[in-house]
């Protein structure tokens, strides 16, 4: 089951970051630790979802494309979560959530929804709910019926809870942090999540916005930046699922 394998790499994270020293990066090697920690744990929730989201859409329900069938079904899957809003569009764009039912607007305007609708799926766009108002990661999957696309059902994943799932989990002495950016350099997960869908190359640190832009060009590595008067080394690789570039930051040791 999904969930099960989320709850075991959630184990795994647990192990990696109890053991001493790695919650305190006070290395690369510390630091490599806890990156891989923090890929493997995000990359694990978010396919969770995207592999339960699929397990919905090929239910006979999801394929009615009738909502009062299917809403038991995503209403159930939505409580047994709680850090996502579930929801079912349809090939107009009119849309429809657990809890309000059908909505006033249209996901018609959101640029993932072309690709959806043609029968492709949606993994970690990001967006500020239409429902909601929260930063979330949309995961979506098509329904199809006969061999045409009759809608899709998608999950909004709340981006500030998921971050601070994984600060208590990582426990990060204060001078280090984690932090993700998607591909057009919005972030995506921070320790700090009123930074999240800022750029950091806008933060006002030209050697962070070198940085940043070192980081969005390679598939790993590790580079260095000043920010608020401090020297940060950074380690980073990117995810295959999401494309998303994950990064541990620690201080420079030679400050100390």
Not at 37 to 65: H, N, P
Not at 77 to 86: A, C, N, P
Not at 234 to 251: D, E, M
Request: aromatic letters at 8%; charged letters at 25%; hydrophobic letters at 40%.
């Amino acid at each position: 089951m999904p969930g099960n394998r989320f709850l075991m790499v959630a184990a795994l994270l647990m192990m990696v970051v109890s053991k001493p020293g790695l919650a305190q990066p006070s290395s690369e090697a510390d630091a490599r630790s806890l990156l891989s920690a923090f890929v493997s744990y995000t990359d694990l929730r978010m396919t969770s979802v995207q592999q339960s989201l699929e397990i919905l859409a090929s239910t006979s329900e999801a394929k009615s494309a009738k909502w009062q069938k299917m809403k038991p079904l995503l209403s159930g899957y939505e409580r047994s979560d709680g850090d996502l809003i579930v929801w079912f569009v349809r090939p107009d764009g009119g849309y429809y959530t657990v809890d309000r039912g059908l909505m006033d607007m249209k996901l018609s305007d959101r640029s993932y929804f072309p690709r959806l609708i043609s029968g492709r799926q949606v993994m970690g766009e990001l967006v500020v709910s239409k429902s909601t108002g929260l930063r979330s990661a949309v995961i979506a999957v098509p329904v199809t019926q006969g061999g045409k696309v009759v809608g899709a059902i998608g999950a909004s994943l709340f981006l500030d809870k998921l971050s601070d799932e994984i600060g208590s989990a990582l426990a990060l002495r204060a001078d280090a942090a984690f932090f993700s950016v998607a591909p057009d350099g919005l972030t995506t997960l921070h320790k700090k999540t009123d930074r999240h869908f800022l750029d950091p190359r806008e933060l006002g640190s030209e050697s962070l916005k070198k940085a940043t832009n070192e980081m969005l060009a390679n598939p790993a590595g590790e580079t260095s930046y000043e920010f608020d008067d401090v020297t940060k080394k950074a380690v980073y690789r990117t995810s295959p699922l999401t494309q998303w570039k994950f990064a541990i930051t620690y201080s420079d040791a030679r400050q100390k």
